[in-house]
């Protein structure tokens, strides 16, 4: 019986895996059957617009601006050991749009917002509000989730769009006042290398990760546990697991695109 003591440890974690798993494909399938059907809290959704999309703004231009510095200074670098050194702007271009400009404006809105929204909703779990909620004939998940997630799905594509403009501007600064290259060939070799597959592609992403986001954090805060530290747990894992699937489904929509 000792002996078997590793493996029954590690069947009781598959199966905790494969519970949550079930569970929070069970809350998408939920939250995405509401979304079409009324009510329509309009005062929320917009709420929520306002506050993933148009706050988070600094955080995610700050971040793409250094990002797409440091990308031109690094491929710089590696360019001049095969006298690549021409190919900055293109690679700063597509680097940017397909994969860092999503990628990071997700990352930085599952630190700021999937936090945020798993930490008010457990909140108002721990004071009892949901069970306000239900006793006044309101679902929870029609009231606070749909119209988060919403707002993050739409509010996401215009944040990496921006993203994706300022960390370009932040390649063609690096480049024109560190790295020499002239300005107007710098614009025209990252316009001429852009396809519309590599921004729809990005935008896509940035959909889907608005949505995992949203979802994530009103998930985790509708299944807090109560106190304090359930509050705690819910935000930590909020944000680690938006984070991790950002990354898993960056892959696979990767795959799907290219």
């Known amino acids: 019986m000792i002996a078997l003591a590793p493996l029954a440890a590690v069947g009781r974690s598959t199966l905790a895996m494969l519970g949550t798993i079930g569970s929070v494909a069970l809350y998408a399938a939920i939250t995405l059957g509401h979304i079409l059907r009324p009510p329509f809290y309009i005062r929320e959704f917009f709420s929520a617009l306002l506050t993933i999309g148009y706050f988070s703004l600094p955080v995610v231009g700050l971040t793409t601006l250094f990002t797409g510095g440091a990308l031109a200074l690094q491929i710089f670098s590696g360019g001049a050991r095969f006298n690549a050194e021409s190919v900055v702007p293109q690679i700063v271009a597509i680097g940017i749009v397909r994969e860092l400009g999503p990628v990071l404006t997700g990352l930085m ?34 009231y606070l989730t749909v119209p988060r997630v919403l ?4 509010a996401l594509p215009f944040l990496a769009a921006v993203g994706d403009i300022i960390g370009i501007m932040g390649g063609y600064l690096v480049g024109v006042t560190r790295l020499d290259f002239n300005a107007a060939v710098y614009l025209r070799n990252t316009v001429d290398f852009l396809e519309t597959a590599d921004v729809v592609s990005g935008l896509v992403k940035a959909a889907v990760f608005g949505f995992i986001v949203a979802l994530m954090g009103c998930y985790h805060g509708m299944n807090s546990g ?15 697991s938006s984070s991790i699937l950002i990354l898993a489904s960056n892959y696979l929509l990767t795959e799907l695109f290219f």
């Open 109 to 142: 809105v599952a630190g700021r917002v999937s936090a945020a929204i798993a930490a008010e909703i457990a909140t108002m779990k721990v004071t009892e509000q949901l069970d306000a909620l239900v006793t006044l004939s309101t679902n929870p998940i029609k």
């Open 151 to 154: 707002a993050a799905t739409i």
């Open 226 to 240: 109560r106190g304090a530290q359930g509050v705690g747990r819910a935000t930590t894992n909020a944000v680690v």
